[in-house]
Nanobody
């Protein structure tokens, strides 16, 4: 069982930055591939970025490439999402999720993730 708690969301002006954190409970964090998803009202939940258990494989959605950076610290059981050059269209509820690396590689498919946090709101004003 893995419990995930996101933090770091908030209100920021366009062009600003935020750093999201996702703290995981349990001793098996290093065996999970991690993903950041986002969901805006009335829209589907989309993958933003994903990272494998060692941090050696990273995937970004096209809409965030060169602006966002995903990273993880397995010693701290934490995954991060550094978001720069934020745009109003980045406004959404951001979730982190964990997928068992023994079952699936880095993936953009939400159903393949086993555990989800409650989300942290990011609002970007124009």
């Amino acid at each position: 069982q893995v419990q995930l708690v996101e933090s770091g969301g908030g209100l920021v002006q366009a062009g600003g930055s935020l750093r999201l954190s996702c703290a995981a409970s349990g001793r098996t964090f290093a065996s999970y591939n991690m993903g950041w998803f986002r969901q805006a009202p009335g829209k589907e939940r989309d993958l933003v970025a994903a990272i494998n258990k060692s941090g050696g494989t990273i995937y970004y959605a096209n809409f965030v490439k060169a602006r966002f950076t995903i990273s993880r610290d397995n010693a701290k059981n934490t995954v991060y999402l550094q978001m720069n050059s934020l745009k109003p269209e980045d406004t959404a509820l951001y979730y982190c999720a964990a997928a068992n690396s023994a079952r699936v590689t880095v993936t953009a498919s939400a159903p393949m993730y086993d555990y989800w946090g409650q989300g942290t709101q990011v609002t970007v004003s124009s």
